[in-house]
């Protein structure tokens, strides 16, 4: 007698994911898709596998063009198609679905003139902490999650993140590990705020020794912005601002703003072949630096 195959609802299906394939992840990403898992649960959670149709699938992209732009919905539904392929081994993606056309949205960022108007309304753990992200470029996660050992002179080391209070021996991507040259200026700052113990952080929250939260970051940037007359555009705006003049302004060469930022080529030739030299960007923090804080190129 032929075995019938199995024909869960969604919600489960998407339990035995969680557990087999998202228990596998980072916690950075663990979170992030849990939410996306939850909201497919809740649009097809009571549904069998076997009963949701190319129909359904097309109804539920056009009800999310509504709210969210197409890098969100194709996320969705990668989410979904990799909950249904595990349910069902003969499960297919329905093809010529109709997705929403993209539009490229527009990224603000912080000019550093800007920075130089918000640095004279800031103080304390802020004041470096806004200085760290203009000059560096690093992510706000990776900022908050440096420690006295990190600090060496002249420049940072980057190999942690922090999501949610949770230190993560890994940054975003691999390419993210990195040393990053500072300026003089930066590191005596830096160092101001830094405890004897190698593993204390750099910016930490009250007196309990416990990193500072981007949380908390991005409630004082408001009142910053507010004080100085700048536009309140969130803590990445830093990095794009940092990348946006770095390139443009100082016309130094992508590749070693890349490095420095965490990024890779997706070219071949520079992104497998072409290696970023140790120390590289050494030369251009004096131009950063006085770029940067006196607005002279």
């Known amino acids: 007698m032929k075995k019938e195959k199995a024909n869960p609802i969604f919600a489960i299906a998407a339990d035995n994911w969680k557990e ?62 990799g909950i249904m392929e595990l349910a069902d081994d003969d499960w297919e993606m329905p093809r010529r679905l109709k997705y929403p056309k993209a539009k490229k949205p527009y990224q603000p960022y912080y000019v550093f003139e800007d920075v130089r108007k918000m640095l004279q309304h800031s103080m304390g753990i802020e004041k470096v902490l806004i200085m760290l992200l203009a000059e560096t470029g690093c992510r706000i996660g990776e900022a908050v999650a440096l420690q006295t050992a990190d600090i060496r002179p002249g420049k940072i080391s980057i190999t942690k993140n922090l999501y949610e209070g949770v ?30 113990r190698p593993q204390d952080f750099v910016f930490r929250s009250g007196s309990d020794y416990r990193a500072y939260w981007p949380q908390q970051f991005s409630g004082r940037l408001k009142e910053i912005c507010y004080n100085a007359g700048v536009e309140y555009k969130g803590s990445h705006a830093f990095r794009r601002g940092n990348i946006t003049e770095l390139l443009n302004d100082l016309e130094m060469p992508e590749r070693i703003v890349g490095a420095r930022v965490g990024h890779l080529s997706s070219g071949t030739t520079l992104g497998v072949y072409c290696k970023v030299k140790s120390d590289s960007d050494v030369v251009w923090v004096p131009k950063i630096e006085k770029w940067l804080y006196e607005g002279e190129k």
């Open 20 to 81: 087999q394939v998202m228990s596998l992840r980072k916690y950075g990403g663990y979170k992030s898709t849990a939410r996306t898992v939850n909201e497919l649960v809740d649009q097809f959670g009571h549904m069998r596998v076997q009963s949701i149709t190319k129909e359904h699938i097309q109804k539920y992209i056009v009800k999310l063009s509504a709210r969210i732009g197409m890098s969100q919905i194709k996320r969705l539904i990668g989410t979904f198609k």
């Open 167 to 196: 230190l993560q021996d890994s940054p975003k991507t691999d390419s993210s590990i990195r040393e990053v040259s500072i300026s003089g200026k930066l590191e005596a700052e830096l160092r101001k705020l830094c405890l004897s």
